[in-house]
């Protein structure tokens, strides 16, 4: 399946967002702001694995992904779909109140400091979909 739906030959009308959030509540909020963009669709997966699943059937425009997660934690998720085979690269964007600071770990990937105002949120996907 693809990750823009098109109307005749034009520009793509949505772009699928694949969240990986395990707080139900911030995981709707981020559901409901990209609801209120005509331009996006948000999937919303509560761990890395669910997320992995998902992606057997969507290919996401982008990911957004929490670094707390049950299971493996975001960045074993960014690297893990950095790596798939196959796979042209889609932009990550990792989110935490406490990202780790060690071996260059972040030195890949865009991260957002939680809590974060959800304008700011939304202007950054829309500059990472739009490069």
């Given at each position: ?31 409901e ?17 669910m ?15 929490d ?12 690297d893990q779909?950095q ?8 932009p990550?964007?990792l989110?935490?109140?406490?990202l780790p600071?060690e ?11 939680k ?5 700011k ?7 990472l979909?739009?490069?």
């Amino acid at each position: 399946m693809s990750n823009l739906q098109y109307v005749g030959s034009e520009r793509p009308l949505v772009q699928c967002i694949l969240i990986v959030e395990d707080d139900p509540i911030l995981g709707d909020l981020l559901l409901e702001a990209l609801q209120w963009e005509a331009t996006y669709q948000g999937i919303l997966a509560p761990s890395g694995e669910m997320a992995l699943s998902i992606l057997e059937t969507i290919t996401p425009a982008l990911f957004l992904l929490d670094y707390h997660l049950p299971g493996m934690n975001g960045l074993e998720l960014a690297d893990q779909l950095q790596h798939r085979e196959g796979g042209d690269q889609r932009p990550i964007l990792l989110m935490s109140a406490s990202l780790p600071q060690e071996n260059g770990a972040l030195d890949d990937l865009i991260t957002l400091q939680k809590p974060f105002d959800l304008d700011k949120l939304l202007q950054l996907i829309a500059e990472l979909l739009a490069s």
